[in-house]
């Protein structure tokens, strides 16, 4: 079945730094998502990715699906302490409806 | 504009006890999802909905396991004598009506845990 690494585990960052993590994956994608995930709480979607090269932003979060489409990366800019949290992308075959999930990056962020 | 809901939100239960969450997804939104989560781990995908019309389970989905959602609105998720291998988030998505677009809007999600 598909699955997706997600690189890096975690991240320790000091406020203000940018970010920077990708996933990878064996098979091809044709829909990318990122979200965010706070304790005890569900994923909150960020951006979402349906072409293959395009860049997103939302505010100081920009996204981009792969040439390949089989990657994908997130970049957080100028990170404040709000941005702490898991961050997982999720990606979805031709034709499928369920999404398949990385393992997340965790970030840290150190005032 | 309300997002998605599910109940309750954490269920302590004992091994070999029925348990039923629910979820309502966002108003108009056809298509519903459930998926577990366990700790460390990413969401991983449980059975899909497009209406009232159950279309995709995963291999995850023990015989002990039941969705329904018998209007096409709110949606059940049933665990038969539970396990304490059942432990762990289940999490409730929509997404609205409209072929080529995936994107899935989450509930706050039920911790389950089974003693």
């Known amino acids: 079945g598909q699955q997706l690494n997600q690189s890096p585990q975690s991240m320790f960052i000091q406020e203000g730094e940018d970010v920077s993590m990708n996933c990878t994956s064996s098979?091809?994608?044709?829909?990318w998502l990122w979200y965010k995930q706070d304790p005890g709480e569900g994923p909150v979607l960020l951006i979402a990715?349906?072409?293959?090269?395009e860049l997103t932003s939302n505010g100081r979060l920009t996204a981009q699906f792969g040439i390949t489409r089989k990657d994908s990366f997130l970049n957080i800019s100028a990170s404040i302490p709000s941005d702490v949290g898991i961050y997982f992308c999720a990606g979805s075959i031709q034709g499928a409806q369920k999404l398949v999930f990385g393992q997340g990056t965790r970030l840290t962020i150190n005032p | 504009d309300t997002g998605v809901s599910q109940d309750p939100r954490h269920k302590i239960t004992k091994r070999g006890q029925n348990v039923t969450f629910r979820c309502d997804p966002i108003?108009?939104?056809?298509?519903l999802y459930w998926y577990r989560q366990t700790l460390g781990q990413g969401p991983e995908f449980l059975t899909y909905?497009?209406?009232?019309?159950?279309?995709?389970k995963s291999r995850l989905l023990s015989d002990r396991f039941s969705a329904e959602r018998p209007k096409g609105s709110f949606s059940t998720l049933e665990i038969q004598r539970t396990e304490q291998g059942d432990s762990a988030m289940y999490l409730c998505?929509?997404?609205?009506?409209?072929?080529?677009?995936?994107?899935?809007?989450f509930g706050p999600g039920t911790r389950l845990t089974v003693l």
């Open positions: 909905f497009q209406n009232e019309a159950q279309l995709e």
């Open positions: 990715l349906y072409k293959a090269g």
């Open positions: 108003s108009e939104h056809n298509r």
């Open positions: 998505a929509s997404s609205p009506p409209g072929g080529g677009y995936n994107e899935q809007f």
């Open positions: 098979s091809i994608f044709n829909t």
